[in-house]
């Protein structure tokens, strides 16, 4: 892996004042960018963006003063959606969503200031529920997702009955 520093990238000539900005990009061994993020007095400021070793973006999240602050999307190799969630502050916040690679919704929660707070979904393969539950007051109210296991250590969605 190769990382190269990119000192004042995005801080005009004239800003003297401004403070400092360096992006740091990290690369594979083919060249091709593997992640750049980047950095204001040391702490992550801007989009951090990550990408496949063909080149594809992998994810984006945006930091402001060392938070994760804005949007943080992600894709499949195939460029299909992956999951999109919202922070501010460094804390969950909104409707956070993940997808099959096929682009079948997987989850669906809900954030307020970093804690479940809302309706909370959550789809197994074949479309069937595996939970759907609402979060009010700190308690949970609905089908949580019952699993089992089966004695290889993975869990597995139970069958009704």
Known sequence: ????????????????????????????ANGRVRREAAYRNGRLDGLVRGFYENGALEYQRAYHDGLEDGEHLGWYAGGAAKFDYHYAHGLSEGVQRQWYPDGRAFTEFEYTHGHELGRQRMWNPDRTIRSNYVIRDGRRYGLIGAMGCTGRGKPEPQESR
């Open 1 to 28: 892996m190769v990382i190269a520093l990119v000192a004042g990238a995005g801080v005009p000539p004239h800003a003297a004042s401004a403070p400092a900005t360096t992006v740091v990009v990290e690369r594979y």
